[in-house]
C-alpha cells in the first residue's frame, strides 16, 4: 500500500507559477506516476504522467507550461506549473500505479494510490 501526500498548492494570479509536490510513503520505483485535477463541477482530467523509465505524457491543455519529474530516492513526484491560467484553477491530485501500468492521460484517474489532493488558484 502506497499512500500520497500533495503539497505546494495555493492562490497566484495569471502568468504566475507553482510547484506541487507529492511524497510517498514508500518505494515507489517504476511505478507512473501522475497528476489529474478536478475543477468544481468538472470531471476529472489527467494533467501528466510520467513512467518508470521517465518517459512523460501531458494533457495538451498544459502542454509547454507544466513539468513533470520524480525522484525516486525521495519517493517524490513534482508538477512544475508555469504560465498559470485561470482555467488551471483545480483540485490537483497525484497517483500512482505499480508496475505493468500506463501513462496514457484515459489512465490516470484509475491509478491504484490517490492523494488527498491540494487547491490550486489562478485569478486573473
Known amino acids: 500500500q502506497v499512500q500520497l501526500v500533495e503539497s505546494g498548492g495555493g492562490s497566484v494570479q495569471a502568468g504566475g507559477s507553482l510547484r506541487l509536490s507529492c511524497s510517498a510513503s514508500?518505494?515507489?520505483?517504476?511505478?507512473?506516476l501522475g497528476w489529474f485535477r478536478k475543477p468544481a463541477g468538472a470531471e476529472r482530467e489527467g494533467v501528466a504522467a510520467?513512467?518508470?523509465?521517465?518517459?512523460?505524457n501531458y494533457a495538451e491543455s498544459v502542454e509547454g507550461r507544466f513539468t513533470i519529474s520524480r525522484d525516486d530516492a525521495k519517493a517524490t513526484l513534482y508538477l512544475q506549473m508555469n504560465s498559470l491560467k485561470p482555467e488551471d484553477t483545480a483540485t490537483y491530485y497525484c497517483?500512482?500505479?505499480?508496475?505493468?501500468?500506463?501513462?496514457?492521460?484515459?489512465?490516470?484517474?484509475?491509478?491504484?494510490?490517490w492523494g488527498e489532493g491540494t487547491r490550486v488558484t489562478v485569478s486573473s
Open positions: 514508500a518505494s515507489i520505483y517504476s511505478y507512473c
Open positions: 510520467i513512467a518508470g523509465d521517465g518517459t512523460t
Open positions: 497517483a500512482a500505479d505499480r508496475p505493468g501500468c500506463s501513462i496514457l492521460m484515459s489512465t490516470i484517474t484509475y491509478y491504484n494510490f
